[in-house]
């Protein structure tokens, strides 16, 4: 389980340090990447050209773990993810990460779920409810 928790600490490090440090060793060639709010990635080269293409376009400020869960040939990571993209846009948001493992230790399947940091109970003020106006996020 070890072994796990630092190839997907590598993988947020490599993020926060906006450098290649072992993609390779990481995920599998025919490794499926889904991102929370919809694109995906089929293939190392695909995901290798994705963090290489999408790192010339903004940064990552901030990649907290806050768990592991094992079971099996699957990992959970609970975490919190910070950004800032080239044009101002900066994005924060609390998220999920089901990860899937081949037989030779790496990454065969990878799925995010993000979540919403600004919550609220819209039930606060009595039985109806009272949503925020804003646009919901992406995710």
Same mark, same amino acid.
């Given at each position: ?14 993020? !926060? ?109 009595? !039985? ?12």
């Amino acid at each position: 389980m070890k072994e796990r928790e630092s190839i997907i600490q590598l993988w947020f490090d490599m993020w !926060l340090q906006k450098k290649d440090l072992g993609i390779q060793k990481i995920f599998a060639d025919n490794a499926v990447y889904i991102e929370s709010w919809g694109p995906e990635y089929h293939g190392l080269s695909k995901i290798k050209r994705w963090f290489d293409e999408w790192n010339h376009r903004g940064a990552v400020l901030q990649w907290d773990i806050k768990q592991f869960i094992h079971a099996d040939k699957q990992t959970v990571v609970e975490w919190y993810f910070r950004n800032s993209m080239n044009d101002g846009t900066v994005e924060a948001f609390d998220g999920v990460t089901l990860t899937r493992w081949n037989n030779e230790g790496k990454i065969i399947f990878l799925q995010e779920f993000g979540c919403n940091e600004n919550r609220y109970d819209p039930y606060q003020d009595g !039985l109806e409810p009272h949503f925020k106006g804003e646009k919901a996020m992406w995710f």
